[in-house]
């Protein structure tokens, strides 16, 4: 199993991710939850790069929140009128004992930043290379909503190499 | 224009729309069948008519949504009310 080989940060990361993902009714967990998970745990490189490019928490949970809007709005659903109508017991939030299982593109990030893990020759498993994994799904909803937040996959890459390197001296 | 008309993207040409409004409504649809179950019990609805309205069988709504219900509005169940009251 890959988590066994997660540093603590990293593992941090991942369990932020799940409650992330459980707060905004998200049935899987996907690879932007990993995303709020590193934000939320905000601990390692990976955080620091994220929060050196004015990208918080709060902002990214409302930019996931707005993507699921605009799908709905995209056919002609609009959730306020739903929340409105059934009241006060409408909650998107997963229930207790519901399950949430990793989406395969989560699977596939977290199978990735073993990947740059050892790619980078690390000895470790970090919140950096999960955040590399996480890149490297360009196609993803991570990614997709970094672009709605005005920020690349490149910049960020960049930035976090540029915090590696001064970390390393 | 209408908001409502506004925008009709998720059609054939964009699949990629189509199926996050796809997961969103999902996501939307499980909330509003537990809202809209524990409406019923709270307004004193049992379990059997709300499974047979619902069209599921009643161990199945039970299974579905008791606990959770129960977890939100503890004490005694609301009074039973006869159907469609």
Request: proline fraction near 4%; hydrophobic fraction near 40%.
């Amino acid at each position: 199993m890959i988590f066994n080989r997660f540093a603590k940060e990293a593992r941090a990361c991942v369990v932020a991710a799940v409650e992330e993902a459980r707060a905004l009714g998200h049935d899987s967990i996907g690879d932007e939850d990993l995303l709020l998970g590193i934000l939320r745990a905000d601990k390692g490189v990976a955080a620091e790069t994220l929060s050196s490019l004015g990208v918080r928490l709060e902002a990214a949970r409302e930019e996931s929140e707005r993507m699921g809007y605009d799908a709905l709005a995209s056919v002609g659903i609009f959730l306020e009128d739903i929340r409105r109508e059934a009241g006060d017991a409408f909650d998107l939030r997963i229930p207790e004992g519901r399950r949430v299982p990793f989406s395969p593109r989560a699977k596939r990030v977290l199978e990735r930043a073993l990947k740059e893990a050892v790619g980078l020759r690390d000895s470790h498993l970090g919140t950096e290379h999960v955040l590399l994994g996480i890149l490297g799904n360009g196609d993803g909803m991570a990614v997709r909503m970094l672009a709605r937040m005005g920020v690349s996959p490149e910049t960020v890459e960049d930035r976090l190499f540029e915090l590696r390197g001064r970390a390393a001296g | 224009m209408d908001e409502r008309t506004k925008s009709r993207v998720g059609g054939p040409g964009n699949p990629r729309e189509g199926l996050d409004a796809v997961v969103a409504l999902r996501r939307t649809l499980e909330a509003l069948e537990a809202a809209q179950v524990e409406n019923a019990f709270v307004a004193g609805w049992s379990w059997a008519q709300i499974a047979e309205v619902v069209g599921v069988s009643k161990q199945a709504v039970n299974k579905k949504h008791a606990k959770r219900i129960r977890d939100r509005c503890p004490g005694e169940p609301p009074r039973r009310k006869e159907k469609g009251e």
